[in-house]
């Protein structure tokens, strides 16, 4: 039998004869194509995406540092406030005066308005007034013992670089004139008063002073009685949200009732060579009385 010499025939490989090995039906076929990165299009899509994104975070950061930025300020204005309401409430509920000077001092010796009650309203308002102040009241650490100080509070335009008009105090012990040179004025008490205040609120549209007349039964913004206290104060206090604007955002009304009175003469005790009044049937201290006599009264004062 002829075979075709194209089939392979069967091999020997010595242990007898073997089929030719079948072709398989499977092919693999190489892809022509080669791998390769990004396109300058591509690089440039990703890039604008990535940028639009950063953008977006950037903007919603901003924002939000912004918003409590201005939260905290008018968190920080209105807690300014109250505080300046407060302290012209404590200082104005330790107000005093003593009247013997104006007995003993004409009316144009200054020494006669120590203890006047001074209250201006208007564009730049002040109000004045001496109190007896605890050691709690702020700069209270800086006069030591001068417990009894006049207090200033007043309106004035702020120091460059800030802009519009504050609330500031300033105070003085009783005994102490803002223009002499005594030794707490050259230690720099008076400069640092003068120069410093103290800032207790900003950025002010109104700071409104009235008091109760008992004569007219109505509130009035004009006290005529220097050499008097008046028995209820209510004050009005206006602030805006930035130096340039002139629409208040915060306003706060308090309502002050002076418990002090003027204190008379014969309350006053022994001062300047005024001897004190006892009252009926009290001797004067270190005095004893003989038996079988009245108490001794001193004599009213004599005022020159």
């Given amino acids: ?50 940028a639009m994104v950063l953008a977006a975070i950037y903007s919603t950061w901003t924002a939000i540092l912004r918003a409590s930025k201005v939260g905290l300020d008018a968190a920080a204005a209105v807690q300014r406030a109250r505080i300046a309401v407060r302290v012209l409430g404590d200082s104005l509920g330790s107000a005093e005066m003593f009247t013997v000077h104006q007995q003993r001092h004409p009316p144009g010796d200054p020494r006669s308005q120590y203890y006047a009650f001074i209250l201006e309203n208007g564009n730049e308002a002040r109000l004045s007034f001496v109190a007896r102040l605890a050691k709690s009241f702020p700069r209270s650490g800086k006069f030591g013992d001068f417990d009894v100080r006049r207090l200033t509070f007043s309106v004035e335009p702020a120091p460059p670089p800030d802009t519009g008009r504050q609330l500031v105090l300033r105070q003085y012990p009783l005994l102490l004139d803002p223009d002499s040179n005594q030794e707490a004025g050259r230690s720099g008490l008076i400069k640092d008063e003068q120069e410093l205040p103290l800032v207790l609120a900003k950025n002010v549209v109104e700071f409104q002073i009235q008091v109760w007349d008992a004569r007219k039964s109505d509130w009035t913004d004009e006290w005529q009685q220097a050499n008097a206290l008046p028995t209820l104060v209510m004050i009005t206090l206006k602030l805006a949200d930035n130096a340039q604007s002139q629409r208040p955002q915060e306003e706060i009304t308090s309502l002050v009732s002076l418990p002090a009175v003027a204190v008379a003469p014969q309350w006053q005790g022994a001062i300047g060579g005024i001897p004190p009044v006892q009252p009926p049937g009290v001797n004067p201290p270190g005095v004893v009385q003989p038996p079988n006599q009245q108490p001794l009264v001193a004599p009213p004062p004599k005022f020159r």
């Fill in 1 to 50: 039998m002829k075979t075709d010499p194209r089939t392979p025939g069967p091999r020997d490989t010595g242990h007898g004869t073997r089929r030719a090995p079948r072709r398989s039906r499977f092919t693999f076929h190489v892809s022509r194509f080669k791998p390769h990165g990004f396109t300058l299009i591509e690089l440039m899509l990703a890039i604008g995406i990535l």
